[in-house]
Protein backbone atom coordinates (compact mmCIF):
# COMPACT_ATOMS: atom_id res chain seq x y z
CA UNK A 1 0.00 0.00 0.00
CA UNK A 2 1.03 3.70 -0.48
CA UNK A 3 0.30 6.56 1.81
CA UNK A 4 -1.19 9.16 -0.24
CA UNK A 5 -1.66 11.48 2.68
CA UNK A 6 -2.55 11.41 6.77
CA UNK A 7 -3.35 14.05 9.10
CA UNK A 8 -4.12 14.02 12.63
CA UNK A 9 -6.37 16.96 14.70
CA UNK A 10 -7.34 17.36 18.58
CA UNK A 11 -10.92 16.65 19.02
CA UNK A 12 -11.92 18.02 22.73
CA UNK A 13 -14.72 15.41 22.52
CA UNK A 14 -15.02 11.76 24.19
CA UNK A 15 -13.34 9.47 21.71
CA UNK A 16 -16.19 7.41 22.11
CA UNK A 17 -18.56 10.12 20.48
CA UNK A 18 -16.08 10.82 18.15
CA UNK A 19 -16.02 7.17 17.05
CA UNK A 20 -19.55 6.83 16.96
CA UNK A 21 -20.10 10.16 14.57
CA UNK A 22 -16.65 9.30 12.08
CA UNK A 23 -18.22 4.87 12.02
CA UNK A 24 -21.00 6.14 10.33
CA UNK A 25 -20.40 6.87 7.01
CA UNK A 26 -23.42 7.90 6.02
CA UNK A 27 -22.49 11.22 8.06
CA UNK A 28 -18.93 11.41 5.94
CA UNK A 29 -20.04 13.87 3.26
CA UNK A 30 -21.17 16.51 6.12
CA UNK A 31 -17.64 16.85 6.67
CA UNK A 32 -15.15 15.70 3.92
CA UNK A 33 -14.90 17.54 0.74
CA UNK A 34 -15.56 16.14 -2.57
CA UNK A 35 -18.17 13.71 -0.77
CA UNK A 36 -21.67 14.39 -2.40
CA UNK A 37 -23.51 11.73 -1.11
CA UNK A 38 -22.88 8.51 0.64
CA UNK A 39 -25.67 5.93 1.53
CA UNK A 40 -25.96 2.50 3.30
CA UNK A 41 -25.47 -0.68 0.49
CA UNK A 42 -26.57 -3.14 2.92
CA UNK A 43 -28.03 -3.54 6.49
CA UNK A 44 -25.60 -4.59 8.82
CA UNK A 45 -25.34 -1.92 11.60
CA UNK A 46 -22.26 1.28 10.95
CA UNK A 47 -18.90 0.21 12.34
CA UNK A 48 -19.68 -3.16 11.76
CA UNK A 49 -16.51 -4.87 9.92
CA UNK A 50 -18.67 -6.01 6.26
CA UNK A 51 -21.26 -2.73 6.29
CA UNK A 52 -21.12 -1.26 2.72
CA UNK A 53 -21.72 2.26 1.41
CA UNK A 54 -22.57 3.40 -1.86
CA UNK A 55 -20.76 6.91 -2.34
CA UNK A 56 -20.59 9.57 -4.85
CA UNK A 57 -17.43 11.44 -5.32
CA UNK A 58 -15.92 14.73 -7.39
CA UNK A 59 -13.21 13.67 -9.44
CA UNK A 60 -11.19 16.19 -10.78
CA UNK A 61 -11.51 16.27 -14.90
CA UNK A 62 -14.04 13.45 -14.68
CA UNK A 63 -17.01 14.62 -12.59
CA UNK A 64 -18.95 12.48 -10.57
CA UNK A 65 -18.30 8.57 -10.01
CA UNK A 66 -20.25 6.40 -7.51
CA UNK A 67 -17.33 4.17 -5.19
CA UNK A 68 -18.73 0.87 -3.26
CA UNK A 69 -17.31 0.76 0.00
CA UNK A 70 -16.96 -1.97 2.26
CA UNK A 71 -15.44 -1.46 6.39
CA UNK A 72 -12.90 -3.89 6.04
CA UNK A 73 -11.57 -3.37 9.69
CA UNK A 74 -12.76 -2.18 13.15
CA UNK A 75 -10.66 -2.41 16.50
CA UNK A 76 -12.70 -1.35 19.17
CA UNK A 77 -13.53 2.13 19.27
CA UNK A 78 -9.98 3.31 18.10
CA UNK A 79 -9.88 2.20 14.57
CA UNK A 80 -11.82 2.10 11.61
CA UNK A 81 -11.02 1.02 7.99
CA UNK A 82 -12.99 1.39 4.71
CA UNK A 83 -11.56 -0.28 1.62
CA UNK A 84 -13.52 1.41 -1.95
CA UNK A 85 -13.65 -0.44 -5.52
CA UNK A 86 -12.39 2.78 -7.53
CA UNK A 87 -9.94 2.14 -9.84
CA UNK A 88 -7.38 2.69 -10.17
CA UNK A 89 -6.52 4.60 -7.08
CA UNK A 90 -8.25 1.38 -5.02
CA UNK A 91 -8.45 3.70 -1.74
CA UNK A 92 -8.10 2.54 1.78
CA UNK A 93 -9.24 5.20 4.64
CA UNK A 94 -8.01 4.42 8.07
CA UNK A 95 -9.27 6.88 11.08
CA UNK A 96 -7.24 5.90 14.33
CA UNK A 97 -8.30 7.06 17.30
CA UNK A 98 -6.06 7.79 20.45
CA UNK A 99 -7.53 8.98 24.00
CA UNK A 100 -5.09 11.94 25.32
CA UNK A 101 -7.73 13.55 28.44
CA UNK A 102 -10.71 12.91 29.80
CA UNK A 103 -13.46 13.78 27.42
CA UNK A 104 -10.77 14.39 24.58
CA UNK A 105 -9.08 12.67 21.79
CA UNK A 106 -6.01 12.58 18.38
CA UNK A 107 -7.84 11.65 15.66
CA UNK A 108 -5.58 10.68 12.44
CA UNK A 109 -7.31 10.36 9.11
CA UNK A 110 -4.88 8.32 6.51
CA UNK A 111 -5.26 7.64 3.00
CA UNK A 112 -3.54 4.93 1.09
CA UNK A 113 -3.71 3.29 -2.60
CA UNK A 114 -3.69 -0.31 -2.40
CA UNK A 115 -2.73 -0.11 -6.31
CA UNK A 116 1.32 -1.17 -6.67
CA UNK A 117 1.24 -0.61 -10.36
CA UNK A 118 4.28 1.11 -11.85
CA UNK A 119 2.69 3.60 -13.89
CA UNK A 120 -0.53 4.46 -11.21
CA UNK A 121 2.47 4.91 -8.41
CA UNK A 122 4.46 7.20 -10.71
CA UNK A 123 1.62 9.02 -12.25
CA UNK A 124 -1.47 8.88 -10.59
CA UNK A 125 -0.54 8.67 -7.13
CA UNK A 126 1.42 11.68 -6.99
CA UNK A 127 -1.55 13.99 -8.18
CA UNK A 128 -4.14 11.97 -6.41
CA UNK A 129 -1.67 12.52 -2.95
CA UNK A 130 -2.16 16.20 -3.99
CA UNK A 131 -5.75 16.58 -4.23
CA UNK A 132 -6.94 13.94 -1.07
CA UNK A 133 -4.25 16.12 0.86
CA UNK A 134 -5.75 18.99 0.31
CA UNK A 135 -9.26 17.50 0.97
CA UNK A 136 -8.05 15.91 4.27
CA UNK A 137 -6.62 19.19 5.73
CA UNK A 138 -10.32 20.77 4.81
CA UNK A 139 -12.25 17.64 6.27
CA UNK A 140 -10.32 17.31 9.66
CA UNK A 141 -10.50 21.07 10.23
CA UNK A 142 -14.40 20.64 9.19
CA UNK A 143 -14.69 17.38 11.12
CA UNK A 144 -13.17 18.95 14.98
CA UNK A 145 -15.55 22.29 14.40
CA UNK A 146 -18.62 19.97 13.85
CA UNK A 147 -18.19 17.81 16.75
CA UNK A 148 -16.70 20.31 19.05
CA UNK A 149 -19.22 23.19 17.73
CA UNK A 150 -22.33 24.15 20.24
CA UNK A 151 -26.01 23.57 19.92
CA UNK A 152 -25.99 20.20 17.94
CA UNK A 153 -26.62 17.26 17.98
CA UNK A 154 -24.80 14.55 17.01
CA UNK A 155 -24.98 10.30 17.81
CA UNK A 156 -27.99 11.69 19.93
CA UNK A 157 -25.64 13.37 22.39
CA UNK A 158 -25.92 17.47 22.75
CA UNK A 159 -22.71 18.83 22.15
CA UNK A 160 -21.79 21.34 24.28
Sequence with gaps: MHLLTEKTVHIQRPMLAVFEYVSNMEKFGEWFPGVISIESANTLRH???GKQY???VSVPLK?????TLEVREVRGHHFFATE???APLMPRMEIALTET???S???TWRMFSRNSNLF???IVLP???RVMDQRAAVGVAALKKRMEGGGRTLCGTHVA
Design 127 to 129: LAG
Design 105 to 107: CAL
Design 54 to 56: LET
Design 63 to 67: GTRKI
Design 47 to 49: GQQ
Design 101 to 103: ETN
Design 120 to 122: VKY
Design 84 to 86: GRF
